[in-house]
């Protein structure tokens, strides 16, 4: 069974970058579409990014676009998430997920990634 396990998480001050790693682990992994969101307290879950892992077309939310990239290594099964510009309000859990259609709704997405907590000071 394929897992997706989240790294590179932590606290960022206000203007600095931070990379996200998403690895996935089981069996042969080729998922049509991996994205990104993320998830703060007493708010949704709200969707960042989204890349085909075969072509690697790219799609991204209004909030983050033109600061953060999404990326993948096919070789290594690893899905990415370069944050620069961050903002107190970027502060949440980032998620890692697998579809096999492109969407920007979580119920679309039916693989999931434990999380990995972000938090940028002012």
């Known amino acids: 069974q394929v897992q997706l396990v989240e790294s590179g998480g932590g606290l960022v001050q206000a203007g600095g970058s931070l990379r996200l790693s998403c690895a996935a682990s089981?069996?042969?992994?080729?998922?049509?579409?991996m994205g990104w969101f993320r998830q703060a307290p007493g708010k949704e879950r709200e969707f960042l990014a989204h890349?085909?892992?075969?072509?690697?077309?790219?799609y991204y939310g209004d909030s983050v676009k033109g600061r953060f990239t999404i990326s993948r290594e096919n070789a290594k099964n690893t899905l990415y998430l370069q944050m620069d510009s961050l903002k107190s309000e970027d502060t949440a859990v980032y998620y890692c997920?697998?579809?096999?259609?492109?969407?920007?709704?979580?119920?679309?997405?039916?693989?999931w990634g434990q999380g990995t907590q972000v938090t940028v000071s002012s």
């Open positions: 890349i085909t892992w075969i072509g690697g077309s790219t």
């Open positions: 089981g069996r042969t992994f080729s998922p049509y579409v």
């Open positions: 997920a697998a579809s096999s259609r492109a969407s920007t709704y979580p119920r679309n997405y039916g693989l």
